[in-house]
């Protein structure tokens, strides 16, 4: 079984800028990961394991292929993983479009769980990869709470607050 890789592919004539970028985080911080000419810069919509012909995904994928669809950046993001790593992604900002093709090709590609390898749906992170540090206490604080950066289900409750350099609480229920 092969894992393919449905993604968006910016652009070749801005491929130099992420690769300037990621050549730069791979001297600056020792990364394993670095975009190249054989690892080229995307936005995977879909990572699936496929057991049928290349011929046959692509074939599926096709009608998908004329579209350009916009991307906004949204800066960039140092994400611990779950063994010490840290990966260097820039965000996408996740839009009902890129939502709506996702689920598109879900339907085209007719897998589901759990041959469906990256987050869909709500789960779905679009990013786009410039590094993998593998030892991450090369860039943060030793002493950092690293699974607060991965919590789930964290229950909060709209409040307001005064803006400025911080938030300043407005006492009010539930937490006054």
């Known amino acids: 079984m092969k894992l393919s890789n449905i993604a968006l592919i910016p652009d070749p004539q801005e491929w130099d800028l992420f690769f300037r970028a990621s050549t730069l985080l791979k001297q600056r911080f020792d990364s394993r990961f670095l975009l190249s000419k054989s690892s080229i810069p995307h ?20 009608p998908f292929k004329n579209d350009v669809t916009e991307l906004d950046l949204l800066g960039l993001c140092f994400l611990p993983g779950r063994h010490g790593e840290v990966w260097i992604e820039i965000p996408v900002k996740k839009t009902s479009g890129l939502t709506q093709l996702q689920m598109a090709l879900l ?40 699974s607060l950066l991965r919590k789930r289900g964290l229950k909060c409750a709209l409040e307001l607050g005064l803006s400025g350099p911080s938030f300043e609480f407005v006492p009010g229920p539930p937490y006054e």
Do not use: M
């Open 107 to 146: 339907s085209a590609v007719e897998v589901s769980f759990p041959r469906i390898k990256n987050g869909v749906g709500d789960n779905y992170r679009p990013h786009l990869t410039l590094g993998l540090i593998d030892n991450g206490r090369t860039i943060c604080l030793e002493e950092f709470e690293y």
């Open 43 to 62: 936005v995977t919509l879909l990572q699936v394991e496929w057991d049928r012909s290349q011929e046959d995904l692509n074939r599926r994928v096709a």
